[in-house]
């Protein structure tokens, strides 16, 4: 199982960034994603997460409408479509998969036993 992701970069503060998380070595679309950062000083925390086919999604409540979860299974791709970024959004961003996420565990992060490397996420004041 590996897992790619990327976007990360600077933007100011009210700037947008998409991030793409690209998967392979096993079946996609069998598999929920899930997006998680983590800032300096803090513990890791859920982000967004999509089940396998894209019709369960799950936002963390700092999301507040901001971001946008979706996936391409044609694609093995993942994406965190951000706007509206705050500077409190600065984080290293992970994506992670597992074969026992279903609905009722889709937001545990003890649920995702792969992840990927992270791309950071700097926003600016």
């Known amino acids: 199982v590996q897992l790619q992701a990327s976007g990360g970069g600077l933007v100011k503060a009210g700037g947008s960034l998409r991030l793409s998380c690209v998967a392979s070595?096993?079946?996609?679309?069998?598999?929920?994603i899930g997006w998680f950062r983590q800032a300096p000083g803090k513990e890791r925390e859920v982000v967004s997460c999509?089940?396998?086919?894209?019709?369960?999604?799950f936002h963390e409540a700092f999301v507040e409408g901001r971001f946008i979860i979706s996936r391409d299974n044609a694609e093995n791709t993942v994406y965190l479509q951000m706007h509206s970024l705050k500077p409190e959004d600065t984080a290293v961003y992970y994506c992670?998969?597992?074969?026992?996420?279903?609905?009722?565990?889709?937001?545990?992060?003890?649920?995702?036993?792969?992840w990927g490397q992270g791309t950071l996420v700097t926003v600016s004041s």
């Open positions: 992670a998969t597992g074969p026992s996420v279903i609905r009722s565990n889709l937001a545990s992060q003890t649920a995702y036993p792969y």
């Open positions: 070595g096993f079946a996609f679309a069998d598999y929920a």
């Open positions: 999509i089940s396998n086919r894209g019709d369960n999604t």
